[in-house]
């Protein structure tokens, strides 16, 4: 086992990822900025190294410094969370060549499906459904008014290097293609450094689904069941719960099956998710793999009782899965919603602030991840998210009811502050989210209402 294991992330995630190696004995050690020399997980870890000023691409995304940070302290493995450079595979590779051991899949399996439109591809030829459209990335946008005629409107350009609801644009009608083409482009290189896109058909009224998987070092795969993401604003997920409501038996062992064989087709190791997008008629088709942790691992840890962050540190070490696929059985139904400092009167623009309170809520079954506490300062620099408040109960209407009473009991003030706790409140009393008739068009809908 890994006696020291360098933490290159920030926030919740963070914190519970050095919470699980103190829970395996394993020396942890947090990396920070100049702004996060306070936080939460700093002052749990071992130990700490500074790795930059607070702008992201100085500190956190600045290879060579967390590199030579893991190097400086000892470090035989390291845990990338998720964001950052979790799925980047050239610092996958650079680990690789320090003999650091990434706690991932290997660079070569990132590559393959951090690709966006190289993984539709590998997974089509391993026979998983895939959305019509590009095969490959897009080379301009005459070849996209191309691919979408073929395609059939409406279609979705998403950058081939996306992530995080970013590099996406919904395109209806054929004149506005052109131009959507471009800006998407655009935003792409900005954000990603990357302007390359690719199309495929874009499914109205659709649900996103996405599932679990576990792969080990020696053919081991099994899959932890499946998540509804459906609440989104803005292609970001704002609500997830396990299991994903209305599925049929067949259509659940179905879809968890077929990421299985997309995982092993792969050759992928580490925890993994297949996300996919269900139609209105059941049928589903694969958007992207996610080569890392996921935002919303909390609910299915809560269903099946396996900590998932736990078994992606053993699985780096080289260790079997020490459960088969019939040994998870899922129980109950979790629910999480991301509570962030954002406005939902504004936008949902950021909220920065210091907080002058801050006091989570508790009692039976409410698991809250957070690396917020009062006096910290939610600055402008990183994501919004404050916490994440997850709850379990034996059935679906049951964790609402204990979901709604759990973010009424969040205390969250400070100059400026805002959050997403009474908006989330909205949704979980909307009529479709209780009905579990719900699409990824919910929060779109609910600001219609609101606006009439």
Known sequence: MFSTVLVANRGEIALRVARACRELGIRTVAVYSTADRDSAVVRFADDAVHIGPAPAKAGYLNIPAVVEAARLVGAEALHPGYGFLSEDPDFAEVCEAEGITFIGPSPQVMQRLGDKAACRALMADAGLPVLPGSTGALTSAAEAKDVARRTGYPVILKAVAGGGGRGM????????????????????????????????????????????????????????????????????????????????????????????????????????TFEFVLTPEDDFYLMEVNCRLQVEHPVTEMVTGIDIVREQILIADGQRLAFRQEDVVPRGVAIECRVNAEDPARDFAPAPGTLTEFVPPGGPFVRVDTHAFADWEVGPHYDSLLAKAVVWAPDREQARARMDRALGEFRIDGAGMRTTSEFLRSVLAHPRFRAASHTTSLVAAMADEAAA
């Open 169 to 272: 644009a919904v395109v209806r009608d054929p004149a506005d293609l052109v131009a959507a083409y471009r800006a998407t482009r655009a935003q792409a290189f900005a954000v990603f450094a990357d302007d390359r896109l690719y199309l495929e058909r874009y499914v109205e009224q659709a649900r996103h689904v996405e599932v679990q998987v576990l792969c080990d070092r020696h053919g081991g795969a099994v899959h932890l069941g499946e998540r509804d993401c459906s609440v989104q604003r803005r292609h970001q997920k704002l609500i997830e719960e396990s299991p994903a409501p209305g599925l049929t038996p067949a259509l659940r062992d179905r879809m968890c099956e077929t990421a299985v064989r997309g995982a092993l087709a792969a050759g992928y190791t580490g925890a993994g």
